[in-house]
C-alpha cells in the first residue's frame, strides 16, 4: 500500500520537473482481489496490484493531460513533459479555473485491514453458501465477487496535497432454473467484507429464482410497484447526478429548470416521505474527504480518473454533508467551481455524491402486506436516458417481477420494458422501507404508483 510519505515524495518528485504555470498529479495505487464461478464452479481467481499517475500542465488556460503506470525518474520526466507539450497545443478552455490552493481534508475512516487482507481463500469461503445452496437445490449459480484496498493522494504547484486510504468489496450473484424461467439476483456492498452476511446473499438469489419460475403473462401498463433498493439505486440515483446540475437547470436543459427561467429551488417536488441528503463521513458508504478522482464505490484504479481535474469542475474541494431534498422540497443544486463563479456562489460536491435517500421504519414484508394489487421489482437492466427536460428513461426489468395480491406475492409475471421518470417516482412514494447500503448509496424499498410498464420483455 502506498503511504502517505511515498505519495508525497512522488508528487513532489512530478512537481520538480514542471516547467508549466500549473502542473496538478493525480495518483491510485490499489491491491485487488476478485473470484468468479459459474454452474456452480469457481473459474477465475486473481490479485492484482497496480498503480496509476495522472499529470496535468497548464499554460495559460491551455492545459493537457498525460496518464501512466510507470514511477521511474526517466517515465515521470517524460510524462511531464508530454504533459507540458499537449498543454501547448491545446486551444485555450474559456472556462479554466485556477487550481485550489492547500486545502484542510476530513479524515473519513473508510478502510478494514481486514478487507485489504483477504485474498482467495476469503473470497472462495465467502461465496461457497451460494454455490453450495444452489446446488443442493439443482439450481445454477453465478457470480462475482470483488475487493480493493487503495490510496489516493493529489497535489500541485499551488501547494494542495491530499492523501486517503479505502477499502471496498463488491459481490453480486444470479441463480436460475434448469428450466430457463427462473432468475433470481443478490448484490452485497460495503467496506468491511468481514461484515457481508453471504447466506443471506444466497438466500435472497435462490429464493427468487424458485419463485420466479414459470412466469405468468401480464399486459403493460401503469402500475402500483415496490422497487427494491437495487432497483431504487438503479433507476432513482440518476436524478441526483446531471438532473441537480445548477447549471443545466439555469439554461433551461433539466428537470430542475422552472417555466420562464430560473430552477425550481424550494419547490415541493416530491412526496412529503422523500428527504435526500449526501454525507461523506457516513461509515456505511465512505469516500475520498474531496470531491472528484473516484466514485465512492469499489473504486478501482481504472475508474481513478473520472471526476475531472481542478479546472471547471468541483474536484478537490473538502467533502461535506448536504441536504438536497427535505420532506418534499428542492433545497439546493450542484455548482461547479466554474458555475458558482458565474452565479456569485459557493460551489458544491455533486448531488450523487455518497447520496443517502431517507426511510421509514418498516419492512420490506411490510411493504408488500400493504399493496392490494401491485408489482415487486428486482431491479433494473440497460436503463438509457430519452428526455433530459422530464428525466425521462427507459429500461428493462430483470431477475425476479412478482404480482402482489392483497398483501402476499401471488405469482411471478413476465418482464417489462418501462418508460419512467425517478421524479415520479419519488412524487408518487406511498410507502418506504428502512434504508439499506447498496453498490453506490444507502436507499430504502420505495412503494410508489403509477409506474409505466410501457411493453412486455421476452427476457427472463
Request: proline share 4%.
Amino acid at each position: 500500500m502506498l503511504s502517505n510519505d511515498q505519495a508525497r515524495k512522488l508528487v513532489d518528485q512530478v512537481l520538480s520537473y514542471s516547467k508549466a504555470d500549473n502542473c496538478e498529479v493525480r495518483i491510485g495505487a490499489g491491491d485487488a482481489a476478485n473470484i468468479r464461478f459459474a454452474n456452480n464452479s469457481v473459474t477465475t481467481s486473481g490479485r492484482q496490484q497496480r498503480i496509476a499517475l495522472r499529470i496535468s500542465s497548464t499554460f495559460d488556460a491551455r492545459t493537457g493531460s498525460v496518464a501512466t503506470n510507470e514511477t521511474s525518474a526517466e517515465a515521470l520526466k517524460g510524462a511531464v513533459a508530454r504533459s507540458e507539450e499537449l498543454a501547448k497545443l491545446a486551444p485555450p478552455d474559456p472556462e479554466y479555473v485556477e487550481p485550489l490552493g492547500a486545502q484542510k481534508y476530513p479524515q473519513i475512516e473508510g478502510f478494514d485491514q481486514r478487507t485489504a487482507d483477504s485474498g482467495a481463500k476469503e473470497l472462495a469461503e465467502a461465496v461457497r453458501a451460494t454455490i453450495e445452496g444452489a446446488a443442493a437445490k439443482k439450481l445454477e449459480s453465478s457470480g462475482f465477487l470483488e475487493r480493493e484496498a487503495s490510496a489516493y493522494a493529489l497535489g500541485n504547484k499551488k501547494g494542495n496535497f491530499g492523501y486517503t486510504t479505502l477499502t471496498d468489496y463488491n459481490y453480486t450473484t444470479t441463480v436460475r432454473t434448469p428450466d430457463g424461467t427462473g432468475s433470481g439476483w443478490a448484490l452485497s456492498a460495503g467496506h468491511e467484507l468481514g461484515a457481508m452476511d453471504s447466506r443471506a446473499v444466497a438466500r435472497v438469489a435462490i429464493d427468487k429464482a424458485i419463485l420466479s419460475q414459470k412466469p405468468r403473462k401480464l399486459d403493460p401498463g401503469r402500475y402500483t410497484v415496490i422497487l427494491e433498493p437495487a432497483a431504487v439505486e438503479d433507476l432513482v440515483l440518476l436524478l441526483f447526478g446531471g438532473g441537480f446540475d445548477a447549471r443545466a437547470a439555469d439554461e433551461g436543459r433539466s428537470v430542475m429548470s422552472k417555466k420562464g427561467g430560473g430552477t425550481r429551488v424550494g419547490e415541493k417536488m416530491f412526496s412529503d416521505r422523500i428527504t435526500v441528503r449526501s454525507d461523506p463521513f457516513d461509515i456505511r458508504i465512505p469516500t475520498v474527504p474531496w470531491y472528484g478522482g473516484i466514485s465512492t464505490q469499489l473504486a478501482g484504479v481504472g475508474q481513478f480518473f473520472f471526476g475531472g481535474g481542478g479546472g471547471g469542475g468541483a474536484s478537490f474541494l473538502p467533502v461535506e454533508r448536504r441536504t438536497w431534498v427535505e420532506k418534499g422540497v428542492v433545497k439546493g443544486l450542484s455548482y461547479s467551481r466554474y458555475w458558482a463563479k458565474q452565479k456569485n456562489t459557493a460551489p458544491t460536491g455533486p448531488a450523487s455524491w455518497a447520496t443517502i435517500i431517507h426511510g421509514e421504519d418498516h419492512s420490506l414484508d411490510d411493504l408488500i402486506k400493504s399493496t392490494e394489487r401491485g408489482l415487486l421489482i428486482t431491479h433494473f437492466f440497460y436503463i438509457r436516458f430519452v428526455q433530459p427536460q422530464t428525466q425521462q428513461y427507459t429500461g428493462l426489468t430483470r431477475d425476479g417481477v412478482f404480482m402482489i395480491e392483497n398483501g402476499q406475492i401471488a405469482y411471478p409475471v413476465n418482464n417489462f420494458r418501462w418508460n419512467e421518470s425517478p421524479v415520479n417516482v419519488l412524487a408518487n412514494a406511498e410507502m418506504l422501507s428502512r434504508p439499506v447500503r447498496t453498490e453506490r448509496a444507502i436507499v430504502p424499498a420505495i412503494k410508489t404508483h403509477d409506474f409505466n410498464m410501457a411493453s412486455v420483455s421476452d427476457a427472463i
